[in-house]
């Protein structure tokens, strides 16, 4: 007891006493529910999930009964070495989803863009309507949106339909299994035939999504543009009107304005959108759920689904779980690489000569 | 995006969520006791899940389960499932699954294999009234794991108008491979193929029993995709592909058959006798006649697809629920679904009663001496889906290529 008062003010504040006592406790307390909650019911569970992927869980009864065994990497190597099935269907699915991102994030982070700097001007008319209306497809229950994607793009559906005006047949969309950039060439060139990667011949690699996939890639893009202008527009009006008038002043067109000035300062929020878009689209289920179940020949599965049908269809969970767990590595890798890329470095010498003024000497 | 985020969250959460019940799940082992047969017994309602094809299935089943509890005394309730398969697969992981649910023959080896199934096949009284290749259908590991709940099989049906437009009789119905193709050729006219069907074993694989092959031997514990029997029909149906006399339903703008059928985009199609409720509920006005499948090379030949009454092993109420598997396989309610919702009975001494009722229908029933089975070996599904996927490009594939890929695939399963 007496050495408790010998000791200085900053020892005992960290101690809890004084005039801060209990202050640590009620903090606990206050957090206590929710992390009981995350606990219960993500980190357990993603423990038990982990634990799944290396064992022969065969799905009945507890994974931790004593009939289950650690059977180490075998449920990992059967889906990326082992040369039957496993792999080849994760090969399609990596494929698929690999496309589905190429051409998902950027089409969408550009639209986005677009579209918020439209319904930022002062000048627009009406633009809580154009704000209501780009925002409202994200709103809409994506089940909804992906059966009326299937009438819209069936083989006499209203796309083809309006296609056919300017004299071009559309393909039976969700029907049609080649990939867009190989539509109408049955045979590539015999070393991207012969050569494949993860059971999928160099060829599909290239070959680009289907037109199947490409049909949600269009629906992708339609449902998430709108909530990703939501962030956009915040960030557009946090952008203060006075850099822009010094701009203005500097004689910088708009063209120059956009590019110089307001999108840099969007670079926090360009790295939100494009984070999300990434997360989202190497996730994508819910669509191929309720639409395509990956057919037409698999070019629709992605790994997502792949997982719910290796554990619940065909009863190989830990094969599921380990499918799960490489989509988590592939989309934290690509996380890390995006923030490397659009980390703030200092202007290199090359970008400051564009500013330097005319006629000085350096 | 939320959206998308919630869903693998939601699909991780719902798989881990299964395993944390399962942990957390008590089992009732000590609240039952063993019946005879080694059966548990109990005085618990039993639980029934069935994968419904719609109203009028699901009011058949509760009305068959309801006459039952209230004859027997014990209660049960009919569940219909919205993904059979998923819920199945929670149940046997909680621990606490539906006690009699339909069981599907694909499914059927993965939850044997896991012991989540009851095998009472050998105490039904009335076993050998069933059907020996629906039986087969339901054993894995030489025990006669359920009861066939019923069947279908495979038939080809013709428009009747258009049959008699291209100036066709009843003579002309063909018997051979040769035939078919001659009068597919003359039924093609305009925006009418003359036979279509989906691209996908279930319907091509009728040609390869015809031929004599298969993709697996009967008992599904040998690989046989690549045998000659099967070149022989992959090759048949790749030339009728070529020549425009045949096309799969997607590539005419049809989900199945049926609809290409109702349509008028094909006059005749292969489907099953599911296809008789599609047709008066879809296309009323359409007139066909259901008539055996030509034979091939070999003989005769078509699939037939079954599924069974399956009963849990962790079921506290084992006893109970044979006895009500006993009633939903009797000749009078069998005959009473068929009446309800079309298929045919899996017991041998109710074929002429529904013979009688269904005379219009009789070659469906007549193949039940020569269908063969679809593959049952654990992850065959799988298998059979890939080989689906490579069928839909048949049209410009290898068919030895294909049929080598999928061997490969299947070797794999019974190492």
């Known amino acids: 007891m007496t050495t408790t008062v010998r000791q200085s003010p900053r020892l005992r504040m960290r101690r809890g006493t004084g005039i801060r006592k209990g202050e640590a406790a009620s903090g606990w307390l206050f957090t206590t529910p929710m992390l ?111 059966v009326l994607w299937l009438f819209l793009f069936s083989s006499t559906g209203a796309v083809n339909k309006l296609i056919s005006f300017v004299g071009v047949t559309g393909p039976n969309w969700f029907n049609e299994p080649a990939g867009i950039f190989h539509f109408g060439i049955t045979n590539g060139p015999g070393f991207l035939v012969n050569n494949s990667t993860l059971g999928v011949a160099w060829w599909d690699w290239v070959g680009g999504p289907s037109f199947a996939m490409f049909a949600l890639i269009l629906l992708a893009v339609f449902t998430t543009s709108g909530t990703f202008m939501l962030l956009f527009l915040a960030a557009l009006q946090n952008i203060s009107g006075e850099v822009q008038e010094a701009a203005m ?15 840099p300062q969007l670079r ?49 969970w830990g094969q599921g779980a380990a499918i799960a767990f ?25 970008r400051l000569r564009a500013y330097r003024i005319p006629g000085s000497k350096r | 995006m939320q959206r998308r985020n919630h869903w693998l969250a939601a699909g991780a959460l719902a798989i881990a969520g299964a395993l944390a019940l399962s942990a957390c799940g008590s089992g009732f082992s000590s609240t039952t006791g063993s019946g005879s047969k080694g059966l548990t017994s109990s005085k618990k309602a039993l639980t029934v899940l069935i994968g419904s094809s719609g109203d009028a299935e699901t009011a058949a089943v509760k009305s068959a389960v309801a006459d039952w509890s209230s004859s027997s005394g014990t209660k049960a309730t009919v569940l ?133 092959g298969n993709l697996m031997n009967a008992d599904s514990t040998k690989a046989t995709a690549d045998s000659a029997a099967n070149v022989t029909a992959l090759t048949f149906v790749q030339k009728m592909l070529k020549e425009g006399d045949l096309k799969f339903a997607k590539d005419v703008g049809a989900g199945w058959g049926g609809e290409a059928l109702g349509k008028g985009l094909a006059a005749m199609t292969i489907e099953g006798n599911w296809i008789t409720g599609g047709m008066t509920a879809d296309y009323p006005k359409i007139k066909y006649t259901v008539n055996p499948l030509p034979a091939g090379p070999v003989g005769k030949g078509t699939l037939q697809f079954t599924n069974c009454w399956g009963i849990a092993a962790d079921s506290p109420n084992q006893a109970a629920a044979l006895k009500l598997v006993e009633k939903l396989t009797s000749a009078s309610d069998q005959l009473a679904f068929s009446k309800a919702f079309g298929p045919m009975p899996s017991i041998q001494s109710a074929a002429s009663a529904w013979k009688s009722a269904n005379p219009a229908l009789v070659p469906f029933l007549d193949a039940a001496a020569y269908a ?40 794999a399963l019974i190492k």
Do not use: H
Not at chain 1, 101 to 107: A, G, H, M, Q
Not at chain 1, 122 to 137: D, K, M, N, S, V
Not at chain 2, 124 to 138: G, R
């Open chain 1, 249 to 263: 002043v500097d004689g910088a067109n708009g063209w120059q304005r956009f590019w110089r000035i307001t999108l």
């Open chain 2, 372 to 411: 063969q089975g679809v593959p049952t070996a654990k992850g065959a599904a799988d298998v059979v889906a890939d080989f689906d996927s490579k069928i839909e490009t048949l049209k410009t594939a290898d068919p030895k290529a294909i049929l080598q890929a999928t061997q490969t695939n299947l070797q």
């Open chain 1, 36 to 146: 009981v909650l995350l606990g219960l019911f993500l980190v357990i569970p993603v423990l038990m999930a982990l634990w799944v992927s290396f064992s022969d869980w065969s799905g009945r009864g507890s994974p931790f009964s004593s009939g289950v065994s650690f059977t180490g990497l075998k449920n990992y190597s059967s889906v990326l070495t082992g040369g039957g099935l496993a792999e080849q269907n994760f090969g399609v699915a990596l494929k698929n989803n690999a496309w589905y991102v190429v051409l998902v994030v950027p089409l969408q982070t550009a639209l986005s863009l677009f579209l918020a700097v439209l319904v930022n001007r002062q000048i627009l008319r009406g633009r809580g309507f154009f704000r209501t209306a780009f925002y409202f497809p994200s709103v809409t229950s994506s089940v909804a949106i992906t």
């Open chain 2, 80 to 212: 219909p499932a919205t993904n059979l398969t998923q819920q199945l697969s929670q149940g046997f992981a909680s621990g606490k699954p539906a006690d009699v649910f339909y069981l599907s023959t694909d499914a059927l080896a993965g939850y044997a294999s896991n012991g989540s199934l009851l095998a009472y096949g050998d105490q039904l009284p009335n076993k050998s009234d069933f059907y020996p290749s629906l039986v087969k259908s339901f054993t894995y590991n030489n025990k006669f794991y359920c009861a066939p709940k019923d069947f279908s099989t495979l038939q080809l049906e013709i428009n009747t108008d258009k049959w008699k437009a291209a100036g066709l009789t009843d003579a002309d119905i063909p018997t051979t491979w040769d035939q078919l193709d001659a009068v597919s050729k003359k039924l093609t006219t305009g925006k009418t193929t003359g036979l279509v069907m989906s691209g996908q074993y279930a319907r091509v694989g009728a040609f390869m029993t015809q031929a004599g």
């Open chain 1, 268 to 316: 926090p929020t360009l790295f939100t959108v494009l984070t999300l878009g990434l997360i989202g689209c190497w996730q994508v289920f819910d669509q191929i759920y309720t639409g395509t179940q990956g057919g037409p020949a698999k070019t629709t599965l992605t790994p997502a689904y792949l997982s719910y049908q290796t554990s619940f269809q065909d009863q190989q």
């Open chain 1, 326 to 350: 490489i989509l988590f590595a592939i989309i934290v890798f690509f996380t890390l690489v995006q923030r490397w890329v659009l980390a703030d470095r200092k202007v290199s010498k090359r």
